[in-house]
């Protein structure tokens, strides 16, 4: 039932600031979605598990079940979503070659780092398809956004020592997840 915009809707509400008020219209434009996309989004995120309703005060209010969505995240992301890398191409950087990794990992030059295949990239490197189309985009808009993906691509791509790496900043952003009004 869980689609990759689901996913991209979940992160997005996880990277929120606190207390920040927030419609479908604004969701839909800074995702490069439909509203109609990201309201049904939001709705199978919500039977999944990956994001919570609160009572209601005039507005629906949402906001992430942290839990639930480390959960995923550790334990199931790669494997519902799996990724190899591609063909080199450009774009921007993902997975362990973007920050917050990056800082912790340093690549032989002679490796071609691995990107979101895009064409305004900066980088030339091995493509990692997205986990949605319009997941680049919506990064280069957020850069919070941005760090949940790439660390969620590195889960996905990357090896035993990358993924415990990536386990732990998603753990510091997880401790991190406000309360948000929709």
Same mark, same amino acid.
């Given at each position: 039932?869980?689609?990759?915009?689901? *996913? +991209?809707?979940? &992160?997005?509400?996880?990277?929120?600031?606190?207390?920040? /008020?927030? #419609?479908?219209?604004? =969701?839909?434009?800074?995702?490069?979605?439909?509203?109609?996309?990201?309201?049904?989004?939001?709705?199978?995120?919500?039977?999944?598990?990956?994001?919570?309703?609160?009572?209601?005060?005039?507005?629906?209010?949402?906001?992430?079940?942290?839990?639930?969505?480390?959960?995923? *995240? +550790?334990?199931? &992301?790669?494997?519902?979503?799996?990724?190899?890398?591609? /063909?080199? #191409?450009?774009?921007? =950087?993902?997975?362990?070659?973007?920050?917050?990794?990056?800082?912790?990992?340093?690549?032989?030059?002679?490796?071609?780092?691995?990107?979101?295949?895009?064409?305004?990239?900066?980088?030339?490197?091995?493509?990692?398809?997205?986990?949605?189309?319009?997941?680049?985009?919506?990064?280069?808009?957020?850069?919070?956004?941005?760090?949940?993906?790439?660390?969620?691509?590195?889960?996905?791509?990357?090896?035993?020592?990358?993924?415990?790496?990536?386990?732990?900043?998603?753990?510091?952003?997880?401790?991190?997840?406000?309360?948000?009004?929709?």
């Amino acid at each position: 039932m869980l689609k990759p915009q689901d *996913l +991209l809707v979940a &992160l997005k509400f996880a990277s929120l600031p606190k207390a920040e /008020k927030i #419609t479908f219209a604004i =969701l839909a434009e800074s995702l490069s979605m439909s509203v109609s996309e990201v309201f049904a989004a939001t709705k199978r995120a919500k039977v999944c598990r990956l994001i919570i309703e609160g009572p209601s005060t005039g507005a629906s209010d949402y906001r992430p079940s942290a839990l639930n969505l480390r959960e995923f *995240l +550790l334990g199931g &992301l790669r494997y519902v979503f799996p990724v190899e890398p591609g /063909k080199a #191409t450009r774009g921007f =950087l993902t997975a362990q070659d973007a920050f917050p990794l990056s800082k912790h990992l340093v690549r032989p030059d002679s490796e071609l780092p691995l990107v979101w295949p895009h064409p305004e990239g900066d980088t030339r490197g091995f493509s990692i398809e997205p986990i949605f189309p319009s997941a680049p985009n919506a990064a280069r808009k957020d850069e919070r956004l941005s760090t949940w993906l790439t660390l969620s691509d590195a889960i996905r791509v990357g090896d035993a020592r990358v993924r415990m790496l990536a386990a732990t900043e998603i753990g510091k952003l997880i401790e991190n997840i406000d309360h948000v009004r929709l």
